[in-house]
């Protein structure tokens, strides 16, 4: 089972970026999509975006959209989801998501990361 690893999560204030990396333990998703979902409390789980094995093809939410990108190095095992113009509405646990489906919506072969907390100050 892929292992992935989250990072670069904190405390922010409102306006400000951050830069989430998952790291996965090795090279069996090859050919898989990346990307995070975020779950804020008392909240459902919602999609954030996704990145096609090749990075050629990216999808975000709609909340995230124009401020949020993601990227990959497929050499390092590793996503990035760069976060700009960050607002308090985003403060939510980030987690990361491997599925051999590139999508907008995760299937059910998608595996997870713990996740890592995010928290925009305003």
């Known amino acids: 089972q892929v292992q992935l690893v ?5 405390l922010v204030q409102g306006g400000g970026s951050l830069r989430l990396s998952c ?4 090279r069996a998703y090859r050919g898989y999509g990346m990307g995070w979902s975020r779950q804020a409390p008392g909240k459902e789980r919602e ?3 996704s990145i ?4 050629t093809k ?5 909340s995230v959209k124009g401020r949020f990108t993601i990227s990959k190095d497929n050499a390092a095992n590793t996503a990035y989801l760069q976060m700009d113009r960050l607002r308090p509405e985003d403060t939510a646990v980030y987690y990361c998501a491997v599925d051999p489906i590139y999508g907008k919506e995760w299937s059910s072969g998608v595996s997870w990361g713990r996740g890592t907390q995010v928290t925009v100050s305003s």
């Open 6 to 10: 989250e990072s670069g999560g904190g």
């Open 23 to 26: 790291a996965a333990s090795e």
């Open 47 to 49: 999609f954030v975006a």
């Open 52 to 55: 096609n094995w090749s990075g």
């Open 58 to 62: 990216t999808q975000y939410g709609d």
